[in-house]
C-alpha cells in the first residue's frame, strides 16, 4: 500500500503523540496503561504495547527489523571487463499504516480520553468540594494562574 508523505507524517504524529501520554517524565503527568485499560479485553494491552514498541524502537530510534538497509552489488555479465557495476544500498522500510492499525490505535486514543476525562470530573469534585470547605477570605488570596511565554533558550531546558 503506497502512502503520501503527508498521510506518513500524521500517521507517525499520531502513533508518537499517543506513545508520549504514556512516557515518563518528571515535568508532567504520564497515564499508566494497566489502570487506562483495565477491564478492557486483554488484546488491548497487546495492542498498546506494540504501538508503544512501535514509537520507540521504529518511528523515533529505528531500532528494529522494520528499516533495513541492505547493501547490494550489481553484477556485471560474465563477458565484461570488471564483475561488479556498482555496489548500492537498498533501503527497506517496512510501514504498518493501514485502517486496520489506524482503527486500533482509535479506539486505544477513545478509551485513553473517557479514561482521563473520567479522572478529570473525580479530580474536578474532590478539588471543589475541598475549596467549598475553606472559608473565602483565603481563596483570592492564592497564587493566580500564571503563563510564561517560552523563549529560544528553553527548547534544551526541562519545565
Known sequence: ????????????????????????SK???????????????????AAFQFFMDLRNKHIVHDENSYAQAIPV???NGPKEGNKVA????????????SQQNLDIL???????????????????E??????????YEPLPARENAS???PVTGDTGRPR
Open 1 to 24: 500500500m503506497r502512502h503520501s508523505i503527508v498521510v506518513l507524517a500524521l500517521w507517525r504524529t499520531a502513533v508518537v503523540n499517543f506513545a508520549k501520554c504514556f512516557g515518563e
Open 27 to 45: 515535568a508532567r503527568f504520564s497515564l499508566d496503561a494497566r489502570q487506562v485499560y483495565k477491564g478492557e479485553h486483554p488484546e488491548a494491552l
Open 73 to 75: 552489488a550489481v553484477l
Open 86 to 97: 556498482k555496489v548500492v544500498c537498498s533501503t527497506v522500510i517496512a510501514e504498518v499504516h
Open 106 to 124: 482509535k479506539r486505544l486514543v477513545d478509551r485513553a480520553a473517557a479514561w482521563l476525562a473520567d479522572q478529570f470530573d473525580r479530580l474536578h
Open 126 to 135: 474532590l478539588l471543589v468540594t475541598e475549596l467549598e470547605a475553606e472559608p
Open 147 to 149: 503563563y510564561e511565554e
